[in-house]
């Protein structure tokens, strides 16, 4: 309750600082919507996969360029930062948007549907922007050039992040938001706070989500190695089927969540996404891969999921007859919002979107690398409408049929633009 309280002084102290939306502000962002929304187009259009954002890449420093700013390409190999310099001195702030798209084969009939497609982990599949990132690299290009025309409002200096690879990079490669940090994308300037904004097609045009502290889980990607005695399909008897251990395992692995984990303190959650085994009907193989998942928000917790997961996966294997491994990569972090950041900046949210439009939120068991950047300095992260109002039944990020309505857009720029003003002047 008292931590509840002194968000609630903050806020109130903090509210104090913002200022209206400055007139030549507000027109540059409204005159510039339409293009926003056709950049969001052509990048849905020309997706690209991880770590390969070549083409977007270019198109984002080329915008940057145009507008006078100090543009870096090729950190953590395709992401593109620009320093924009107000005309007063001040501290540095830092916005990110994600750049990548994912192997996903698009299912709908839009104008502007993606067609690409591309090799995954040796899969021939469909690139799209199924998760929202196109939408961000618009919002994000058109506060660039909002900003650019309205230096004379910036107390400092604002740092454009386009980062590649927040869906992870390929297997064996480095990138993402670690990468850019190795790199020193916080650094000269130094950057003193982040901001970072997510389309959700749940929420609806209009609106804006958030959460002080942990917003977004830890993620883990774990591979799980079955080896078995590979036989004849007709006589299962003289052989390890692997694939029938796999079942056993990716059973298994689910009572850790319904039996073992105290799902009352936090959400936690254990996914296999694929499963490769076997070449032809009749062969039971000697070799079973199974790729998944695993989000938490309590370290406790997630020490737990680990060690059981490991735990099980060989004792399961070993009871018939057949031996697994699993290895471990953490993808991200605990998406944590600093309290005193959030609530300093809260009242530019509800001054812009209106108060009733910014909604607090619980945490989600979706994962963000935005976590990295936190990790280093404070920084806010919210959720942004991209829903058309009145529909019930959105599809869920990372499908085939994922949609955002452009409209939602505007508020994205507006936001994007404001808040780092607002941050900036009151220092």
């Known amino acids: 309750m008292k931590k509840i309280i002194a968000l609630l002084i903050i806020g109130i102290v903090s509210s104090s600082i913002v200022a209206q939306m400055d007139t030549k502000l507000l027109k540059d962002i409204e005159s510039i919507e339409q293009q926003v929304i056709d950049w969001r187009r ?21 915008h940057l360029k145009s507008l006078g700013m100090e543009v870096q390409t090729g950190v953590a190999k395709t992401g593109v930062v620009g320093i924009l310099k107000g005309n007063q001195s001040g501290k540095v702030v830092a916005l990110r948007a994600d750049i990548d798209a994912l192997p996903v084969t698009e299912r709908n009939s839009l104008p502007f549907k993606s067609n690409v497609t591309d090799t995954f982990l040796g899969t021939e599949t469909g690139v799209m922007h199924a998760c929202g990132h196109d939408t961000h690299i618009a919002i994000l290009m058109g506060v660039a050039e909002v900003l650019s025309k309205n230096k004379n409002l910036i107390k400092g200096t604002v740092k454009f992040i ?26 000269n300037p130094d950057v003193d706070v982040i901001f970072g904004l997510h389309i959700n097609s749940g929420t609806p045009v209009g609106t804006i989500k958030y959460k002080p502290e942990g917003t977004m889980a830890a993620v883990e990607r774990f591979v799980v190695n079955v080896k078995g005695k590979q036989t004849h399909g007709s006589a299962p008897w003289t052989g390890v089927d692997p694939i029938l251990i796999s079942a056993k395992i990716i059973d298994g692995f689910q009572t850790i969540i319904s039996r073992e984990s105290n799902l009352v303190q936090e959400a936690a959650v254990i996914t296999v996404g694929k499963i490769t085994s076997g070449v032809r009907f009749n062969i039971i193989p000697e070799t079973a891969e199974l790729i998944g998942t695993v989000r938490t928000l309590d370290p406790d917790m997630r020490d737990l999921i680990i060690r059981r997961m490991t735990e099980m996966a060989a004792d399961i294997a070993k009871a018939y007859g057949g031996s697994a491994t699993i290895e471990w990569q953490n993808n991200t972090v605990v998406t944590y919002n600093d309290p005193k950041l959030t609530a300093q900046m809260l009242p530019t949210l509800q001054q812009i979107a209106g108060e009733d439009q910014v909604q607090l939120m619980k945490a989600t068991t979706g994962g963000e690398d935005f976590s990295y950047f936190q990790e280093v300095v404070p920084g806010f992260y919210f959720f942004l409408g991209g829903m058309t109002p009145g529909n019930t039944t959105p599809y869920p990020h990372h499908t085939p049929d994922f949609l955002i309505d452009d409209t939602g857009l505007l508020l994205g720029v507006k936001t994007m633009s404001q808040l780092p003003l607002d941050y900036l002047n009151a220092q």
Not at 50 to 56: A, M, Q, V, W
Not at 163 to 187: F, N, S, Y
């Open 162 to 187: 386009f980062q590649p690879a927040e869906e992870g990079p390929p297997p064996g490669e480095e990138g993402g938001a670690k990468l850019m940090i190795k790199e020193g994308v916080l650094k």
């Open 42 to 62: 052509h990048f849905h259009e020309n997706p690209e996969l991880s770590n390969r954002e070549f083409k977007t890449a270019e198109a984002i420093a080329k």
